[in-house]
């Protein structure tokens, strides 16, 4: 499992380079589930570093 600080870190540098990021950005980088995906995704939301936009299928995550 790859570490949570080189998640938050690759997480957060792909939602600033590309304004935001999806669930499916951060399987595909981290090579991770959906659910450890989402799990990531919240702890950063949670963390104050992303905030989230939307829910369900549109949700987008973006640089706080």
Same mark, same amino acid.
């Given at each position: 499992?790859?570490?949570?600080?080189?998640?938050?870190? /690759?997480n957060?540098?792909?939602?600033?380079?590309? +304004?935001?990021?999806?669930?499916?950005? *951060?399987?595909?980088?981290?090579?991770?589930?959906?659910?450890?995906?989402? /799990?990531?995704?919240?702890?950063?939301?949670v963390a +104050?570093?992303?905030?989230?936009?939307? *829910?369900?299928?549109?949700?987008?995550?973006?640089?706080?």
């Open positions: 499992e790859v570490a949570i600080f080189e998640v938050d870190e /690759r957060v540098a792909l939602a600033l380079k590309e +304004g935001s990021i999806v669930n499916n950005d *951060v399987e595909m980088l981290l090579k991770v589930s959906d659910a450890t995906a989402q /799990r990531y995704l919240h702890d950063l939301v +104050g570093k992303l905030r989230q936009k939307g *829910v369900r299928a549109g949700t987008t995550y973006e640089p706080v």
